[in-house]
């Protein structure tokens, strides 16, 4: 069965700084990969999705996260996190189960910013 | 384009009501799902419809809840009775199906009391 994993509830950081979000996967095949974004009271919004190909993928909002096959990573990272980027984020897989499509989420971590 | 849209945005009822809540999708995604949100288990998804048909219903709770797609454009969720460890926020996500990304509705945040 897929899973994956964001081993940070909270991460926090300062306006201006850079940010890296953690994304740990188990698949049996080539994983479908996706981060999403919920700001409060609001829906999940997709960030960025990987399929296949170039494993650095650039997603909306300035927003990039690279696959590596080798650690079964996707980390989302962004060069200068800006105070509006506070909000929850979700790492998801996707896969086949049963000849069905289902994703599965991570749990989400929340990013502070300090002004 | 309209996205995934549902009703009612907030919902605060007592114990042993009924509780109906509703959805639109994206106009030509053929995959529905119902997620249900809680600080204790994180996003849980309840029922995954395909072309209007329920595909995996694993994760409905219990016998309480029932959900149905009656046509490509709406689906309801249904909680009968409901508990106070319902209270949750209910999120509705359709996608055009196989591999494609979800789009969430933003939600419905029930309270049992």
């Known amino acids: 069965a897929q899973s994956v994993t964001q081993p940070d509830i909270h991460i926090t950081v300062s306006e201006g700084a850079s940010l890296e979000l953690r994304c740990n996967y188990s698949?049996?095949?080539?994983?479908?990969l996706f981060w999403y974004v919920q700001s409060p009271g609001q829906g999940l919004q997709l960030l960025l999705k990987?399929?296949?190909?170039?494993?650095l993928v650039q997603g909306i909002k300035g927003f990039e996260a690279e696959f590596k096959r080798s650690q079964s990573s996707f980390n989302l990272r962004k060069p200068s996190v800006h105070w509006s980027d506070a909000a929850e984020y979700f790492c998801?897989?996707?896969?086949?189960?049963?000849?069905?499509?289902?994703?599965?989420f991570g749990r989400g971590t929340s990013l502070i910013v300090h002004p | 384009d309209a996205g995934v849209i549902q009703s009612p945005r907030h919902e605060v009822t007592e114990m042993g009501q009924e509780v109906t809540l509703r959805c639109k999708p994206i106009s030509g995604h053929n995959s529905l799902f119902w997620y249900r949100q809680t600080m204790m288990r994180g996003l849980e998804l309840l029922i995954y419809?395909?072309?209007?048909?329920?595909?995996?219903d694993s994760g409905m709770p219990e016998d309480r809840f029932s959900a149905k797609m009656p046509n490509a454009s709406f689906s309801t969720l249904k909680i009968q009775p409901s508990e106070p460890r319902d209270s949750a926020v209910y999120f509705c996500a359709s996608s055009l199906g196989g591999d494609q990304p979800q789009h969430f509705g933003d939600g419905t945040r029930l309270s049992i009391l």
């Open positions: 419809f395909n072309n209007n048909v329920p595909i995996d």
């Open positions: 698949y049996g095949a080539t994983p479908y």
């Open positions: 998801a897989v996707g896969g086949t189960s049963g000849g069905s499509y289902i994703p599965t």
């Open positions: 990987y399929f296949s190909g170039d494993t």
